[in-house]
């Protein structure tokens, strides 16, 4: 199981740079060095949301798993437990949050373009 999703992702990455290929190529020049940077930096901006979103759902699904599974053993724990989990998501969040500000980063802040 662990080959094949390996596998997938690697597909998918190799498909991304080639893909990207068509759009980066161009006369030579200043030119062409800008898009260059511009088409490299969708490419890492993309790289940048994808795994923190995806981490930040997994651990999230986590999070509410482990408080729903503590309310079902102690019903009266449960204000308790939805206050540490809303705290605890909040910060799971942050770092998704974290992802696309560095994703907003590379696409939006180039100094060459």
């Not at 290929?21 to 006369?27: F, I, Q, R, S």
């Not at 053993?73 to 696309?100: D, H, S, V, W």
Request: hydrophobic share 55%; proline share 4%.
């Amino acid at each position: 199981m662990k080959k094949s999703y390996l596998k997938s992702i690697l597909y998918t990455l190799f498909l991304m740079v080639v893909g990207a290929l068509p759009a980066l190529a161009g006369e030579g020049g200043a030119e062409s060095g800008k898009a260059l940077i511009l088409g490299l930096s969708a490419i890492g901006a993309g790289l940048a949301i994808g795994p923190a979103a995806g981490g930040a759902g997994a651990g999230q699904g986590q999070a509410v798993r482990g408080a729903c599974e503590g309310m079902a053993r102690n019903p009266q724990m449960a204000g308790k437990l939805t206050t540490t989990m809303f705290i605890g998501l909040a910060i799971i969040e942050a770092l998704a949050i974290y992802g696309l500000v560095i994703a907003l980063i590379l696409l939006y802040a180039n100094p060459l373009v």
